[in-house]
């Protein structure tokens, strides 16, 4: 009987790229799913009456919730080009190994592309 090694120590095993962009969709993911009540509800109080619109336009003008808005207007926009690539891969685009990695890395360009538009937009 042969013994396997075992690596116990997490800390040392390397993910490869994809997987840790695989593990940033699921991230962005519960991002939005822990951010969409709270935006349906200032969706709600915009659209009450035009006092409660200046109230949710004041409170997002602050640093804080403009920084916290950018990151939830990011994970939407990672989420979707990440979604666009599982979707593609499903279908049989991209399933290699060297196409994952090339997928990847538009994927990424793509991302910074979104935010720095993000970024001069906010």
């Given at each position: 009987?042969?013994?396997?090694?075992?690596?116990?120590?997490?800390?040392?095993?390397?993910?490869?790229?994809?997987?840790?962009?695989?593990?940033?969709?699921?991230?962005?993911g519960i991002v939005i799913f822990?951010?969409?009540?709270?935006?349906?509800?200032?969706?709600?109080?915009?659209?009450?009456?035009?006092?409660?619109?200046?109230?949710?336009?004041?409170?997002?003008?602050?640093?804080?919730?403009?920084?916290?808005?950018?990151?939830?207007?990011?994970?939407?926009?990672?989420?979707?080009?990440?979604?666009?690539?599982?979707?593609?891969?499903?279908?049989?685009h991209g399933e290699t190994l060297e196409g994952a990695k090339i997928?990847?890395?538009?994927?990424?360009?793509?991302?910074?592309?979104?935010?720095?538009?993000?970024?001069?937009?906010?």
């Open positions: 009987m042969t013994t396997r090694p075992v690596n116990l120590d997490i800390t040392t095993v390397r993910m490869p790229f994809t997987a840790v962009l695989s593990i940033l969709h699921r991230i962005s822990l951010a969409a009540p709270v935006l349906i509800w200032l969706l709600q109080q915009s659209l009450t009456s035009p006092e409660h619109y200046a109230n949710v336009e004041q409170l997002l003008s602050g640093g804080f919730y403009r920084f916290a808005f950018f990151g939830v207007l990011w994970a939407f926009a990672y989420h979707i080009m990440a979604g666009i690539k599982h979707l593609l891969m499903d279908a049989g997928s990847s890395v538009l994927l990424v360009i793509g991302n910074i592309l979104v935010l720095i538009f993000l970024g001069v937009r906010l």
